[in-house]
């Protein structure tokens, strides 16, 4: 039986026969936040990427709600030396909140102690941005006794429903494996990506192998690696033994690599729109989708852009 067919006898389908078993589930996500943010530049000198706005909240804010949607409560946020700002986001203002009621705003004194109640939140720090398999390394002291965790990279928001941590988990809870986000890519930006060689007809498929960044002509399908990922635990103890590469960078890639030729990961074929925040371009564009379909500030955006076509 193919993956798909395991994963489409989960509880979502309509009339499926249940064919495997619930076997796990997933209570925490590690969220890499350790980077240097060099695509952004200079606007990322002092603010962690993380932490630019989309709407009306920083970016690291809407990959939490997605986790906390997703059924998630508790995040291991791995930061570095000098991105403190993650950490003060997060943390209880009542002077702030107080100053808010007094001011008669409570609705917003309410919507800033939300975010401090969002979910456990611990943090812990990457001494040195050696990649993102570093980064994920450095919370799995954070998870003893975890059969897996969810991993979500902040730089990427997730447009859709179900949220796509929730359909990765959804994955993980029948096939019992990790998991990884799959995305179709057309070939002329195929090589940005991390690329999965698969089998099986979608939208679960078993995932082979993976290469990171290859060329066109080298790229094993066209489904590229998205920042989302159900880990197991095996996945951290393979993290532990990959040789460091150019620059001590340790990659995600290659420990999934090894568990992927093993037999032991699945791709998800999501549906939804991941949003790009991680560059200029791709963060006016993000903030453009998000402001456009606001009920309130969409017809002003839409407004505004009239104006500035007529030279306004
Ligand atoms: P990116 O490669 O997109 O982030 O990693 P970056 O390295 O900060 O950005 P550029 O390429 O220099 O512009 C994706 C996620 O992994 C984290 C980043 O913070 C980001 O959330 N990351 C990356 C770490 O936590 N540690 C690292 O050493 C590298």
Redesign the pocket.
């Known amino acids: 039986m193919t993956a798909a067919a395991r994963f489409e006898g989960g509880p979502d389908s309509a009339g499926g026969t249940v064919e495997s078993h619930r076997v796990t589930t997933v209570s925490t996500l590690v ?10 530049l200079p606007a ?1 000198k002092a603010l ?3 932490m630019v706005p989309v709407g009306d909240r920083p970016a690291i804010q809407w990959g939490l709600e997605e986790a906390v949607a997703s059924g998630i409560r508790r995040a291991v946020v ?1 930061t ?1 030396p000098g991105k403190d700002l993650i950490r003060a986001h997060f943390a209880p203002d009542p002077v702030l909140e107080e100053i808010l009621e007094r001011r008669g705003s409570p609705e917003l004194a309410r919507r800033v102690r939300a975010i401090t109640e969002l979910c456990d939140l611990e943090f812990v720090e ?1 001494a ?5 398999g ?2 994920v390394l450095c919370a799995r002291d954070r998870l003893e006794g975890e059969a897996a965790a969810a991993v979500l ?3 990427d928001l997730f447009d859709g429903s179900p949220p796509l941590l929730a359909q990765l988990v959804e994955a993980h809870t029948w096939e019992g494996c990790t998991v990884l986000a799959l995305r179709r890519c057309p070939q002329e930006t195929i090589s940005r990506y991390g690329v999965a060689a698969v089998t099986g007809e979608g939208p679960v498929f078993t995932v082979t192998d993976v290469v990171e960044k290859p060329t066109p002509e080298e790229a094993p399908s066209d489904l590229a690696i998205m ?1 989302r990922y159900v880990l197991t635990a095996e996945v951290f103890e393979a993290l532990g033994s990959v040789t460091p590469g150019a620059g001590g ?1 340790i990659q995600l890639t290659d420990a999934i690599g090894a568990v992927a030729r093993a037999g032991r990961v699945v791709g998800v074929e999501f549906v939804g729109r991941l949003l790009d925040v ?2 200029l371009d791709s963060w006016l564009a993000t903030n453009a989708a998000i402001v456009w379909q606001d009920p309130e500030l969409g017809p002003a955006l839409r407004e505004r852009i009239r104006e500035l076509e007529q030279g306004g």
């Not at 890499?32 to 952004?40: C, D, M, Q, S, Y």
């Open positions: 969220v890499p936040a350790g980077g240097l943010g060099t695509r952004f990322t962690p990427k993380e791995v570095a990457q040195e941005p050696l990649g993102l570093h980064a990279l902040p730089d920042g960078e991680g560059t």
